[in-house]
C-alpha cells in the first residue's frame, strides 16, 4: 500500500515549521531526467519555473539505469532528508523491466539509508500516451510495493486535461512542461507537506 500522505513526511513536516536557533538546512534531493532539471523549449532551461524550485517556494536527459549509476556517489551523499524519483518520460526508452529493476536499485539503496522517497509518475508529452501510463503504473505499484510516497503526476495532468485545459497549454515543447505543468507536479507533492502547506495550497 502507498504511504499515509498524513503522517509519512510528519517528522519532516515538523522540522520545517522550526524557526532559529531550533531549526536545521532540510534537503531535498529531485533526482530525475529532464523535466525536474527544468528544461522547458530545448534549449532553454528554467530551474526557477520547474517544480523543484517551486515546491522550494511553496512551502537532464537521462533515464533510470543511468541514473542509478550514478546514484550514491551523486545522490546520496547530498544526505537528502526527502527524495524524489522522477525518469518515468525517460524510461520508455529501456522498457518497464529494466525501468522497474532500476527504480528497485535506488528505492532499496535510500532505505537502507533510512530515507523518505516519493516517487514521481511522468508528466505527459504529445505522443501516444498508451506506453507512458503503463510507466505511470509501474512507478505507482513501485510505492506501493516499497511503501513510499508517490507524486501522482500523470493523472493529475490526466484530470487537467479532461476539465478542459488542452495539453499543449500545459508544454514548453513536445516532452517538457512549461511553467503551468510544473505547477501541477507542484501540487502533488505539496499533498505530502501537510500541515506546513495548510492555507497555501496555491502555488505562488
Partial sequence: MLADSKTYLAPLTEELTKTWPRNRIVNIVCHGHSVPVGYFKTPIVDSFHAYPHLLHKAIGGEESESGAKRFTQEVLCHRPDLLLLDYGLNDRRIGLERAAAAWTQMIKAAKRRKLKLILCTPTLDTGDLSELRQH???????????????????AHWERAIADGTPREALLSQSNHPNEAGHRLVVEELLRWFAPASQGNNTVQ
Fill in 136 to 154: 505511470a503504473l509501474q512507478v505507482h505499484a513501485l510505492a506501493e510495493k516499497h511503501e513510499t510516497g508517490l507524486a501522482d503526476s500523470f
